[in-house]
Structures are given as structure tokens and as C-alpha cells.
């Protein structure tokens, strides 16, 4: 492969991660320096099943598609053995799994990341770990939005029986 070709294939991955940044709900950067090779082919199960992309990169390609996003403040986490995260449907998906991850797999560390197109903190991504997924949070909307239709409904039932009693 001449040396041409291999900048533009370079150039190719490089663009091809701004977009995926650009795109991206979520991004969360990691060191996974000192996992085994079990625990990262099971750290990326986890993440594929939630419709999250994992991807190993050389840090200059990752600082330059993070120039060339917009997302200069991330330019300094890319340091040692990085893996990026990106989740284009879910922004809490790749935290919780990777937070949750982490507490067995000491070694996984949360270096920073991207929400909705702000380069977030490590304590951002891991508050936004807590937090239930989007499935838990639209069941919780439901279960609000129903409450007061189910007690309206109990009143209107505890009458009705109320007036049977008086009417027998």
C-alpha cells in the first residue's frame, strides 16, 4: 500500500469518526487498559445489544475527528489506551453499562465524553448512569399520567356503590 493510500485511508476513518461524533446522542470515552480479552469481547456484547457502537482508535485520529466535530474540550482525554462508545438512539445507554461494567472490572475507567453535543465531564457521565433508561423513564411518565384517571375512576365506582347501598 503506497504511502498516499494509506493517508487517505486514514482520512477516510478520521472523517468517518467526526460524523460518528457529530451524529452521536451519547459518547463516552474509556481506558481499558488491564481488562482481560473476555471482559472486553463481554463489555462490547453488552453495548451492541443496546444498539451502542464501540470502536478501539488511535488517539491523533480520535483528536483530529474531534477538531474537525467541534469538540475541542475533548481533545484532552485522548490519552493512553482509549475506547469510544457512540450511541446514536440513547444517551443513557453507554454510561449505565459501561458505569455498571466498571464495578466489576475495575479497570475500565471513564475518561470523559459527549452529551447531545456538549462535551461532558466524567462526574456528568456518571450521574447520567443513574438515571433509568429511556424505556424506565417513558414507564414512569405512564404510570404519573395514569394515576389520576385510575383514582377518578375509584371515586366515581366508591359513588355509584354508595348510591346501590342507599337505593337497597
Do not use: C, H, W
Amino acid at each position: 500500500m503506497s504511502k498516499a493510500n494509506v493517508i487517505a485511508k486514514k482520512e477516510e476513518i478520521v472523517n468517518d469518526i467526526t460524523k460518528k461524533f457529530q451524529d452521536a446522542e451519547a459518547v463516552v470515552v474509556v481506558d481499558y487498559r488491564g481488562l482481560t480479552v473476555d471482559q472486553a469481547t463481554e463489555l462490547r456484547k453488552q453495548l451492541r445489544d443496546a444498539g451502542v457502537e464501540m470502536r478501539v482508535l488511535k488517539n491523533t485520529m480520535l483528536r483530529r475527528a474531534a477538531q474537525a466535530a467541534e469538540l475541542n474540550d475533548l481533545v484532552d482525554v485522548f490519552k493512553g489506551p482509549t475506547a469510544v462508545a457512540f450511541s446514536n438512539e440513547e444517551v443513557v445507554a453507554p454510561a449505565k453499562i459501561i458505569a455498571e461494567f466498571a464495578k466489576d472490572a475495575e479497570a475500565l475507567e471513564i475518561k470523559g465524553g459527549v452529551l447531545e453535543g456538549k462535551v461532558a465531564s466524567v462526574e456528568q457521565i456518571n450521574k447520567i448512569a443513574t438515571l433509568p433508561s429511556r424505556d424506565g423513564l417513558l414507564s414512569m411518565l405512564l404510570s404519573v399520567l395514569q394515576a389520576p384517571v385510575r383514582n377518578t375512576a375509584l371515586a366515581i365506582k366508591a359513588v355509584a356503590e354508595k348510591k346501590e347501598e342507599e337505593a337497597a
